[in-house]
């Protein structure tokens, strides 16, 4: 039935106790600590804001050049700069209080230490939920915890001893089995997936015979990975019953769509704030209207409703 | 001092080309119309601009499309009809520029902006302002600032040579200008030229160039205990400082976190002193290649 109109669609959906009025996120790293320029930004339009990962300690980030242009993509070796968790919680957290959306701050450590430590501070004051970013490619001290399903145990197992809040783990795609690390991120207490992180990546100057970034490899985002995150995301959604969020390439709601269908039960918009700031917000209006002429009134009916061939065997 | 003008009038818009025309050698002259109401610019702020078509009429990548925006300094402001008029000067040197050549005019651009600090303008200095190359852009919109509200300076631009320069209309009198070859003006660099700028001008030096002309420029100033402030280059992810992928090595911070400066935020335009010079050149950074 046609008629109603597309504001009538409800988008909301919960991530176990953590209720949005919409799925539409802004993934770490990609929208500033979140009070960058709101009205560029719109961040209000946002089912939630995710911040810049911060460390117990400030870090200075890795050097120039961080950035470089591959097809469809993006290769970053920012390498986590950021003022620190005492600085970040005692004089940035409460101006994200005040832009609308729940706040979900992403930590980052070199240990599982100091996730804990982190933790710790971020239960003394204002947040809706933690994203636990263990799957940073770009810094030395083997931040890619969730490289191994026991490291990553590790750093959950410690988090979850120190704070009530939802925690959201973010895995990297870097492995043969994601299945496996996102299981023991549950089995000691994630209340949510966060899929993925970015891709190692690699790119040559041919011309000065050197590779582009500094350090060498980066991570790969952007639209040229969007097919990679969509499968990782469908394989956790498929196999584990917690929330999973997806991220990766998303630019348009139709993207968000694929991701919603494949089960994701969120996304994260990352890469495509770039070129325009306020992509959150346009998918989020781009949903109302897709699923309304899809028919759906519900977001939550829709999500993980793709319909499979009869072939696929699960 | 005004040193920060970044933040109060972002927005994202679709431009009309209102001409498109090559003006030196590898440079570029861009036009774009924009609504009234855009703004205000200043000189020293830049604007992040793609040729690419809405996401949702084409996905990136696709027709071998360009992801990101690409900055340019703002050349020019001025006012026409009910209309804000912009101007860019580009050099062709990528995948973005070589389209932007072939946008004719009517063609549109989405532009972001005006964004990043401001060149400060100090009404009791005789400035120097100083561009290399195709960094004259914003010291033309600069120049035209300081000439409009009858504030004296001293323009001074360099190329290698003399097919390179810019034409620089009611600004090119009292202009220094050096070629590297010798193939006119002043033989040499910018720094020959400042050996002969006039004695009552300095105390303030705008400069905007490559990485080793704006290095040079920065000691001279330096050494003559003048005020220097330089529009520097990385590459940019956002330009809105989202991504902090435009880190620039920096000097006089009290922590960590204050080693790098992000060109799109602290800058373009920064003091000379705020930022580590040998450390950058070592990064083999802010050199873009000179193109065809
Ligand atoms: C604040 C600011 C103002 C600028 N103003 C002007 C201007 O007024 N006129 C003008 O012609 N250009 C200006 N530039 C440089 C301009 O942005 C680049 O030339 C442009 O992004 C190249 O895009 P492309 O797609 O053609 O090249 P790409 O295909 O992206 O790159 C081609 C090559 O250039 C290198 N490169 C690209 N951008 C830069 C950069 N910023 N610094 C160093 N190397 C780079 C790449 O690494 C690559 O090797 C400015 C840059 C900044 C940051
Ligand atoms: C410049 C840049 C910085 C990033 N910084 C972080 C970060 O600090 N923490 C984090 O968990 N992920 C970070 N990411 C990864 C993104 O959050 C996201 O997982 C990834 O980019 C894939 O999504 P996208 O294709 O939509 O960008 C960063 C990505 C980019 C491009």
């Known amino acids: 039935m046609s008629g109603h109109t597309a504001r009538e669609v409800d988008l909301s959906v919960d991530l176990g106790s953590l209720e949005l009025s919409n799925p539409v996120m802004s993934a770490s790293g990609t929208f500033g600590y979140g009070d960058e320029d709101p009205e560029l930004t719109q961040v209000r339009a946002l089912g939630a804001l995710v911040t810049k990962t911060v460390t117990l300690n400030p870090r200075a980030g890795n050097p120039p050049p961080r950035l470089c242009e591959t097809p469809a993509g993006l290769l970053n070796s920012i390498g986590l700069q950021n003022v620190g968790i005492q600085t970040f919680a005692r004089e940035i957290l409460p101006r994200l209080q005040d832009l609308g959306p729940p706040v979900i701050v992403s930590v980052g450590g070199s240990t599982a230490d100091d996730y804990a430590r982190c933790a710790e501070i971020l239960d003394r004051v204002e947040c809706a939920a933690l994203e636990l970013n263990i799957s940073c490619p770009n810094v030395a001290s083997g931040l890619e915890f969730s490289r191994s399903p026991a490291e990553a145990a590790k750093v959950v197992r410690g988090v979850r001893r120190r704070t009530k809040r939802p925690i959201f783990a973010k895995l990297s795609p870097n492995v043969t089995d994601i299945v496996a690390v996102g299981r023991a991120c549950v089995e000691e207490g994630a209340d949510g997936l966060v899929a993925v992180n970015t891709f190692l990546g690699m790119a040559v100057d041919v011309e000065r015979e050197q590779p582009v970034l500094p350090r060498v490899v980066g991570g790969l985002s952007g639209p040229a990975i969007r097919p990679l995150a969509l499968c990782r995301v469908w394989e956790l959604a498929r196999c584990l019953p917690c929330p999973v969020i997806g991220v990766g390439g998303i630019v348009t709601a139709r993207d968000a769509l694929e991701f919603l269908l494949a089960g994701a039960r969120a996304v994260q918009i990352g890469t495509a704030n770039f070129r325009e700031p306020a992509r959150g917000a346009k998918v989020v209006a781009g949903l109302r209207t897709l699923l309304d002429e899809k028919g759906v009134n519900r977001l939550r009916d829709f999500v993980g409703r793709l319909r499979l061939p009869p072939t696929e065997v699960s | ?292």
């Not at chain 2, 025309?21 to 109401?37: E, G, I, K, T, Y």
């Not at chain 2, 702020?45 to 992801?67: H, I, K, R, Y």
């Not at chain 2, 300095?202 to 704006?214: D, E, I, N, S, T």
């Open chain 2, 1 to 292: 001092m005004i040193e920060t003008g970044q933040g109060d009038h972002i927005t994202t818009c679709r431009a009309e080309i209102l001409g498109n025309r090559q003006v030196a050698r590898n440079l570029f002259r861009l036009r774009l119309a924009l609504p009234s109401d855009w703004g205000p610019a200043e000189p020293g702020q830049f604007v992040n601009v793609t040729p690419e078509p809405a996401w949702e009429e084409n996905v990136p990548g696709d027709a071998g499309g360009s992801l990101l925006r690409r900055p340019f300094s703002l050349a020019g402001v001025g006012h026409e009809g009910n209309r804000t008029v912009i101007e860019i000067l580009y050099a062709v040197v990528g995948k973005v520029t070589r389209q932007m050549q072939r946008l004719p005019p009517r063609a549109h651009l989405d532009v972001l902006g005006p964004a990043g600090t401001v060149f400060p303008i100090d009404p009791g200095a005789h400035s120097l302002l100083v561009g290399g190359g195709r960094g004259i852009a914003p010291l033309l919109y600069l120049a035209a600032e300081q000439r409009r509200r009858k504030l004296p300076f001293t323009l001074v631009y360099g190329v290698r040579t003399a097919e390179e320069w810019a034409p620089l209309g009611p600004l090119a009198r009292g202009a220094l200008l050096t070629a590297e070859d010798g193939s006119g003006g002043l033989r040499g660099t910018v720094i020959d030229a400042l050996e002969q700028a006039p004695a009552e001008s300095g105390a303030a030096v705008m400069a905007c160039g490559p990485h080793g002309m704006l290095h040079a420029v920065a000691k001279w100033a330096h050494e003559r205990g003048h005020t220097c402030w330089v529009s520097v280059e990385e590459v940019f992810g956002c330009g809105v400082a989202l991504c902090g992928g435009c880190a620039i090595p920096a000097r006089g911070g009290d922590g960590e976190y204050d080693r790098y400066l992000w060109a799109c935020r602290d800058g373009p335009v920064v003091r000379s002193e705020r930022i580590d010079w040998e450390a950058w050149r070592q990064l083999g950074a802010a050199t873009p290649p000179a193109g065809p």
